[in-house]
């Protein structure tokens, strides 16, 4: 019997688990999938997320193991560069976007260190229940195909926009629309190492995260229709990639020419945005399983960092007072969803791509509303204050 079992080892679960396991609760991290890999995702992470990397401790750690960091914007709007300084804000004046097989083992690691145990190869198949329906764990089958129960006060689904977990526990959706977008990505070397890049054009956002390896992540994300000459493309998607930039932001077009692209092409489209009900007796939902936006918005990394906090906040209330624990769960989906609702509703409006001029006002409040993010989450108390306090 443990005192959670945390299903999906990335940012939300291994963060949570992290977070659990240093109060000194018995925790179980699983993942179906072996890390360090890769995920399908760009990986720019916004102020937030980085304020909660380094109030974790962790962000010296992002730092050394080769993220370069981030000290300049460029916004470059229909072909007007503007390139601004980071200013300091919220205990942080850089960014990060280091690579997911990095970011990833990196939190579970730290999740080890701080003493919970780490299964991977471990798929959920399903999760047990008590004769009142209170879950009391999980079912999952091994690498090997052995089939396998797994106890716990309490189940988190920390497993991903494709949650399996989600309806296992029955959660219900309380809100939800699909992106008529669709985006594409590569790395490329030779590009700025510490400068974000954001370009904007008529049905066109563009962009470079700098990561790892001397490599830059440049993506393009267009409503589906204009994009279906790179998905069609076959083994020309590169190619047909690069001609669409050249055409639309031909500035960035002309560099990731002249750069060496160093990966395949990378894409999906019409993403589900949803925010579910996350949490029930002896269960919770954290990240992506929960609450899911379309990555126009760049903030699913730090989505998962601030809600990883809030959740193990309130399981260690629960574990602590079991008779709190619907007034301490209750809380956590209320500060989840009040702390999400602004960029939700900014993510459905930049998805429908405006025309230019208006896909800016939108930018330009996103950009607010992530700075007051960033405040709010430098002054979480941490769990240890919230236990005192
Ligand atoms: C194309 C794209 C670009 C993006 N760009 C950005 C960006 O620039 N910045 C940003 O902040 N966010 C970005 N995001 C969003 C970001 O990737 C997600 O919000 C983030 O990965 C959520 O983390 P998570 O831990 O909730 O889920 P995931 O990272 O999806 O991890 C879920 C884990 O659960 C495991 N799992 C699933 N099912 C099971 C099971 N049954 N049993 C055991 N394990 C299981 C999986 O193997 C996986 O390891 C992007 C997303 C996409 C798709």
């Known amino acids: ?60 750690r992002v730092l050394a193991g080769g993220a370069p960091e981030i000290t300049h914007v460029r916004f470059d709007i229909e072909g007007e560069p503007k390139v601004r300084r980071i200013k300091p804000r919220a205990g942080v004046d850089a960014l990060v976007a280091p690579r997911r ?13 701080a003493g919970a145990r780490l299964r991977t190869g471990l798929t959920a198949t399903g999760v047990l229940r008590s004769d009142d329906g209170r879950v009391t764990g999980i079912e ?54 510490d ?30 229709p204009l994009l279906e000459p790179i998905r069609t493309a076959g083994t020309a998607r590169t190619a047909a990639f690069v001609e669409q930039l050249e055409l639309l932001v031909p500035d960035l077009g002309r560099r990731v020419r002249a750069g060496r692209i160093k990966a395949r092409m990378r894409g999906t489209a019409n993403l589900p945005n949803y925010r579910r009900q996350a949490h029930g007796p002896g269960w919770a939902l954290v990240g992506d399983a929960g609450y899911h936006r379309d990555p126009i918005t760049g903030h699913g990394i730090t989505d998962a960092f601030r809600d990883a906090e809030l959740l193990a906040t309130a399981i260690d209330h629960s574990l602590r007072d079991p008779s709190g624990e619907p007034a301490a769960m209750a809380s956590y989906q209320e500060t989840r969803d009040a702390m999400g609702c602004e960029v939700f509703d900014l993510t459905r409006a ?17 950009s607010d509303a992530l700075e007051r993010e960033a405040d709010a ?7 240890t204050a919230t236990l005192a306090a």
């Open 1 to 60: 019997m443990y005192d959670v079992v945390v299903v999906g080892a990335r940012c939300a679960g291994a963060a949570t688990a992290r977070l659990l396991a240093g109060q000194g609760h018995d925790v179980l991290l699983v993942d179906k999938t072996r890390l360090p890999s890769d995920t399908l995702s760009t990986h720019g992470l916004i102020r937030g997320g980085v304020v909660q990397l380094s109030r974790w401790g962790l962000l010296d």
């Open 101 to 113: 097989r990095v970011l990833d083992s990196l939190l579970a690691d730290a999740a080890t260190e």
């Open 140 to 193: 999952g089958r091994s690498a090997g195909g052995d089939r396998v129960e797994l106890r716990a006060r309490m189940v988190v689904g920390a497993d991903g926009r494709r949650s399996r977990m989600a309806g296992f526990l029955g959660a219900g959706t309380l809100e939800e629309f699909t992106s008529p977008c669709a985006v594409f990505y590569t790395y490329v070397t030779g590009l700025s190492p």
């Open 195 to 224: 400068t974000y890049e954001f370009h904007i054009a008529r049905d066109a956002f563009a962009g470079v995260f700098p990561t790892n390896d001397g490599e830059a992540c440049v993506w393009l994300i267009r409503p589906t």
């Open 350 to 366: 930049l998805t429908a791509f405006p025309p230019p001029n208006r896909f800016v006002e939108l930018q330009l409040q996103l």
């Open 377 to 383: 989450l430098a002054s979480f108390p941490g769990l």
